[in-house]
């Protein structure tokens, strides 16, 4: 017995693939979480939006190429400069380039040592929290043995008083399913 196909208009087919994954980033935002941080210097979100006049200055000279122009669609942060830790985290330079190089007031450098987010740990995705040695997180963190820690049993806690938000541990995590997330309440 033959089957027969009935052809899609390829129009039809990126319908339903934009479809598709704008429901799966919609998902992901009602969550609480985002996936991106705002460069350093910044003291909030609605301030940043209001004075970055999209010069990417900050971008320009990033000397760790950590921040990008957002090609978010759907946010308000498109086109803004952004940090997605997945692909570079931040490794808050010293003298802070990026905030030096703001003119507009977007960044500033009393704001400098605000966290750039607050981190959460998924712990059904977690390795470590599943029963399998993994301390990757751990290792990488630039606040050695202050800011993200291993309970008893191996598995990670965070300290928000001390953890800068810079998503070097979101982006060493080896698990599949993203196991440490950024929460949307910093910004």
Known sequence: MEMKQTPVSRQKFM????????????????????????????????????????????????????????????????????????????????????????????????NRNKPLGTIKIIEENCFAFQGHFCSSCINSCPKTGTALLSDELGRPVINNDVCDGCGICINVCPSEKTAIRILEERN
Do not use: M
Not at 62 to 70: F, K, T
Not at 99 to 104: D, L, M, P, Q
């Open 15 to 110: 319908k339903d693939f934009v479809r598709l994954f704008k429901n799966e980033v919609d998902e992901i935002s009602n969550n609480g979480y985002q996936d991106f941080l705002l460069p350093p210097g910044t003291s909030s979100f609605q301030e940043f939006l209001i004075k970055c006049n999209k010069c990417y200055d900050c971008i320009s000279v990033c000397p760790n190429e950590s921040l990008r122009v957002s090609h978010n669609i759907n946010s308000k942060i498109n086109e803004y400069p952004v940090i997605i830790p997945e692909v570079t985290p931040c490794f808050s330079c010293t003298d802070f380039p990026c905030v030096n190089a703001c003119e507009t007031g977007a960044l500033k450098l009393d």
